[in-house]
């Protein structure tokens, strides 16, 4: 397992903790590792909203861990299935919705809000959303909003799912 991984499974206080104990000696106390241990059980073990658990995993995975990953739902809680592969978890994903559902979402948005998202999406993605508003300009709305900080665009873009995904 990743270290990085792992010490972000942990809550603020046993991560440093944990940081403390490796840095002074190199490992950590039994005692510490039992606490560490309890937490993980604790808070890992029983999901209580297995949905919203799923979805937020999913949002983080590689494209191969997250396909394996909806493969084992659909084998095991068809329902689960069903409810979660009509979801966005990426913007990247917008391709793989109905591109009426999407094209409702994104009508209601402003033009700034979605210039901004696709300034961070992939060819494909801009292609997508391109030829579902063909009257509009895109390049003239994004030389008109200038530079755009990262954050801008991670916002437009969240906006933009949370929005397909209540729809």
Do not use: H
Not at 62 to 75: A, F, G
Not at 111 to 125: E, F, N, Q, W, Y
Not at 147 to 166: F, H, T
């Amino acid at each position: 397992m990743n270290l990085t991984f792992f010490v972000s499974l942990l809550s603020e206080e046993l991560r440093t903790k944990y940081y403390e104990e490796i840095i002074r000696n190199g490992q950590v106390t039994e005692e510490l590792w039992k606490e560490i241990s309890y937490y993980l059980e604790k808070t890992y073990k029983e999901l209580l909203s297995v949905e919203e658990q799923i979805i937020e995993l999913l949002r983080n995975l590689e494209d191969v861990e997250k396909s394996r990953l909806m493969m084992t739902i659909q084998e095991n809680d068809i329902y689960l299935f069903n409810k979660i592969s009509t979801k966005l978890f990426s913007f990247e994903d917008i391709i793989s919705i109905d591109r009426e559902r999407v094209k409702i979402v994104l009508c209601k948005l402003d033009m700034d809000t979605l210039c901004k998202a696709i300034l961070g999406a992939s060819p494909r993605v801009i292609y997508y959303i391109q030829n579902i508003f063909p009257d509009i300009d895109f390049v003239e709305a994004r030389r008109k909003l200038g530079s755009v900080q990262l954050d801008e665009i991670l916002q437009a873009q969240d906006k933009i799912i949370m929005k397909i995904n209540n729809k």
